[in-house]
């Protein structure tokens, strides 16, 4: 039995020792002080969705004002809405070990001599990343290893069932309202490439454009995704000139739940079901949906 027990160790330790040289998972140094981590408020959506995969929804001690909150923080004392409206006394109030917050944010809270841990992803990669830098940051390094090889896993095998793909079809994302899309330098650019398509905004100068009705009319998508606190599939096909849009005229629209395009471990599934919406042919085990 012993004997067992030593070999599944080294097997585990041999893939941690993989992982971390594998080049998804950036070990950038974080000025942070975690030798005693019971007392955490998180101002940044992606942070607390990690630490509760941590299972340290018990030490979060206050959240920012958002809808995004997973349920079970969402009683508990709120703090701004984070981009600069943090009440830095309600901060202080709380006594934390520890603040995450996002980047800029970050600055402001570590001037005041404040434990914190800015945050900022741009793609997949650094989310993966990020899993394993929190965990480090609250001593739960092993448990966000465990999450990180998972997600990459996932990932794993979506490229190697992409292999196959010979082409790509044109995504819109709307991210809310009608033109509002995300370029190269968002998550949402990134999942749409790794799952198989063309992002339509692919080009802009921005991260975060607003394009023109005219303009996706005459991209002509194949398919569009529509964030779910915007418009509704029936809206959009009614809209003024894009009847001929070939989204619409194949039935390849589909309402994208905000938590797939979030900067936390769950937009995994965002990336499956991108996926399965853009090569049915490859992923026809899975169930399609909207």
């Not at 800015?118 to 966000?144: D, H, P, W, Y």
């Not at 896993?153 to 709307?174: A, G, N, W």
């Not at 002509?220 to 005229?249: H, L």
């Given at each position: 039995m012993k004997k067992w027990t030593?070999?599944?160790?080294?097997?585990?330790?041999?893939?941690?020792?993989?992982?971390?040289?594998?080049?998804?998972?950036?070990?950038?140094?974080?000025?942070?002080?975690?030798?005693?981590?019971?007392?955490?408020?998180?101002?940044?959506?992606?942070?607390?969705?990690?630490?509760?995969?941590?299972?340290?929804?018990?030490?979060?001690?206050?959240?920012?004002?958002?809808?995004?909150?997973?349920?079970?923080?969402?009683?508990?004392?709120?703090?701004?809405?984070?981009?600069?409206?943090?009440?830095?006394?309600?901060?202080?109030?709380?006594?934390?070990?520890?603040v995450f917050a996002y980047e800029t944010d970050a600055k402001v809270l570590k001037e005041k001599g404040i434990n914190t841990f800015g945050v900022k992803t741009c793609n997949l990669s650094e989310v993966v990343s990020l899993v394993v830098e929190i965990g480090r940051a609250v001593n739960k390094e092993m448990q966000a290893y465990a999450i990180a090889g998972q997600m990459q896993k996932r990932i794993d095998e979506i490229q190697e069932k992409l292999k196959t793909v010979k082409s790509r079809p044109l995504v819109y994302f709307e991210a809310g309202s009608i033109g509002r899309s995300r370029a190269a330098g968002s998550l949402t650019h990134d999942l749409i490439s790794l799952a198989g398509g063309e992002n339509l905004a692919?080009?802009?100068?921005?991260?975060?454009?607003?394009?023109?009705?005219?303009?996706?009319?005459?991209?002509?998508?194949?398919?569009?995704?529509?964030?779910?606190?915007?418009?509704?599939?029936?809206?959009?096909?009614?809209?003024?000139?894009?009847?001929?849009?070939?989204?619409?005229?194949?039935n390849k629209v589909f309402k994208s739940p905000v938590y797939y395009t979030n900067y936390t471990p769950r937009c995994i599934e965002g990336l499956e079901q991108f996926a399965r919406w853009f090569h049915p042919e490859v992923f026809f085990t899975f169930k399609d949906g909207e």
């Amino acid at each position: 039995m012993k004997k067992w027990t030593a070999l599944i160790f080294l097997i585990f330790l041999a893939f941690l020792v993989s992982y971390l040289a594998s080049s998804s998972i950036k070990r950038e140094a974080k000025n942070i002080t975690s030798e005693k981590i019971e007392r955490i408020v998180s101002l940044n959506v992606a942070a607390t969705e990690i630490l509760i995969e941590l299972g340290l929804e018990d030490k979060i001690v206050g959240v920012n004002f958002t809808k995004s909150n997973p349920e079970i923080v969402r009683e508990k004392p709120k703090i701004g809405r984070g981009f600069g409206n943090i009440n830095i006394e309600a901060v202080l109030d709380l006594r934390p070990d520890i603040v995450f917050a996002y980047e800029t944010d970050a600055k402001v809270l570590k001037e005041k001599g404040i434990n914190t841990f800015g945050v900022k992803t741009c793609n997949l990669s650094e989310v993966v990343s990020l899993v394993v830098e929190i965990g480090r940051a609250v001593n739960k390094e092993m448990q966000a290893y465990a999450i990180a090889g998972q997600m990459q896993k996932r990932i794993d095998e979506i490229q190697e069932k992409l292999k196959t793909v010979k082409s790509r079809p044109l995504v819109y994302f709307e991210a809310g309202s009608i033109g509002r899309s995300r370029a190269a330098g968002s998550l949402t650019h990134d999942l749409i490439s790794l799952a198989g398509g063309e992002n339509l905004a692919k080009g802009e100068p921005v991260s975060f454009p607003l394009l023109s009705s005219e303009h996706i009319i005459a991209k002509n998508p194949d398919v569009i995704i529509v964030e779910e606190y915007g418009t509704s599939i029936e809206e959009v096909k009614k809209r003024d000139g894009w009847q001929d849009i070939k989204a619409i005229k194949n039935n390849k629209v589909f309402k994208s739940p905000v938590y797939y395009t979030n900067y936390t471990p769950r937009c995994i599934e965002g990336l499956e079901q991108f996926a399965r919406w853009f090569h049915p042919e490859v992923f026809f085990t899975f169930k399609d949906g909207e």
